[in-house]
DNA sequence: AAAAACAACTTGTAAATACAAGTTAAAAAA
DNA sequence: TTTTTTAACTTGTATTTACAAGTTGTTTTT
């Protein structure tokens, strides 16, 4: 019944109260000591959560202190922007499926190398226009190799999170990545959609996401508007 | 004598025979049992070196298999943590200091919150040009607070790491941080420093480095000339 | 009153141990 | 020969225990 491991469970305890506000921005959480009182787990099993919770950036941990709460700002997928006037996090965000998910072969010139299982399957394309204060701001490309995803064509992502489905429906988990990061001139449409001004440049990400399935990677080509907002990273 | 952990020595062991070619990419390390055996260490502690691999994009571990080497990309890597001379590799990377380092006060609107020891501390400044294969692709400007470092305005940084010279002669070492990034429209002094082509937009990053040292944080902004090359990043 | 020493916290590192779960190749059965 | 089972690996999770080291507030000493 229990497949998710102690640690996972405090981990997403933890992350919860972070992103809800039990905790403010600076609070210490509770030590090591009374997370395994209160969990009863034993002191490795709740730092091997709190690590992840570092990793995730949601805390920093000092020692003879304790961990302090981080509240990173609002993200998309995993990666995180920030608006750059304000620094509060980001109030609204819609999604526009410009392509709804259509079954295709692999493009030519693709980027990456796929494995012979993923270069068989055949790939999920689709395309989408995420906006934050009704602005568009991210326009990004997607391919997934065709395994593991029954009726996804079906499927409305109006809104939705595309990690968000893939958890929830087919237990497909991000673990990780890689990307490539460019200043580029916009094409003309990309102006278009992204209602660039004048001489303004975008950020051009190319990434692979590693999941918890083997021989399922996710490519994503995006395009970013960077002139009211920034990409915002931990490391 | 011996101030550095073990699970940090087996780190740098691991590392420098990744990088310098000891495995091929694709390759298993040694499993943990063996690493347990060779370098009289335990299971957790090993791990514990693995698991800063990972963070680091240089291994990948499959349950059941092993560690499999990664070795990183060409690119430049300064979206992890190890500094861009060591991974472009010292052979085509050359530093020009445009400003030797200068005690200054915190510049006005300074983007990031400085803590107290920090502010009155004052910073020393000083700013770069590095080049990959004779071209310029790199512009940095630099702040960090003017304590722990005795003599570092007389210090040779022609083309060398500033990380290393922290490591290696003030003991700091870099442990994380945050980053924002844009693409913006370059001035004419960067399009002359760069050697941009005209239309050609710069990658701009500003980061905050976290060091061991408590209140002592780098703070970067970085021009990067994204034409031939990309920032690269694993998470 | 100020400084030093101490005690009671905190996280960091490390050992020894156990079992679960995924992978692989050899051995046994069909 | 082909398929199935098994055994021997691998990493993943977890407990228990111990001491080191940084932080903070209290107590003692000066």
Not at 148 to 154: K, M
């Amino acid at each position: 019944m229990d497949n998710i491991p102690q640690y996972r469970k405090l981990y997403e305890i933890l992350r919860k109260h972070i992103i809800k506000g039990v905790y403010a921005e600076g609070d210490l959480l509770p030590s090591e000591n009374e997370l395994c009182a209160v969990h009863e787990m034993t002191r490795p099993t709740v730092r091997h959560a709190l690590e992840t919770l570092v990793k995730d950036g949601l805390i920093t941990k000092k020692q003879g202190k304790g961990s302090i709460v981080r509240k990173p700002s609002q993200n998309i997928g995993i990666l995180s922007i920030a608006g750059t006037a304000s620094a509060v996090g980001v109030r609204y965000l819609k999604t526009d499926i410009l392509q709804k998910p259509v079954i295709k072969t692999w493009p030519e010139n693709f980027p990456f190398e796929l494995s012979e299982l993923e270069q068989e399957s055949g790939c999920i394309y689709m395309e989408r226009l995420r906006y934050v204060d009704d602005e568009p701001v991210f326009y990004d490309i997607n391919h997934l190799p065709n395994i593991f995803l029954p009726r996804i064509t079906q499927r409305s992502f109006e809104n939705k999170s595309l990690f968000e489905i893939l958890r929830k429906h087919y237990q497909i988990e991000i673990q990780g990545g890689e990307q490539q990061l460019k200043a580029v001139k916009p094409t003309v449409q990309l102006r278009q959609l992204l209602h660039l001004k004048p001489g303004q440049p975008v950020l051009y990400i190319e990434r692979k996401l590693h999941t918890n399935k083997p021989d399922f990677n996710i490519y994503s080509t995006i395009y970013f508007n960077s002139d009211k907002h920034a990409i915002f990273g931990n490391f």
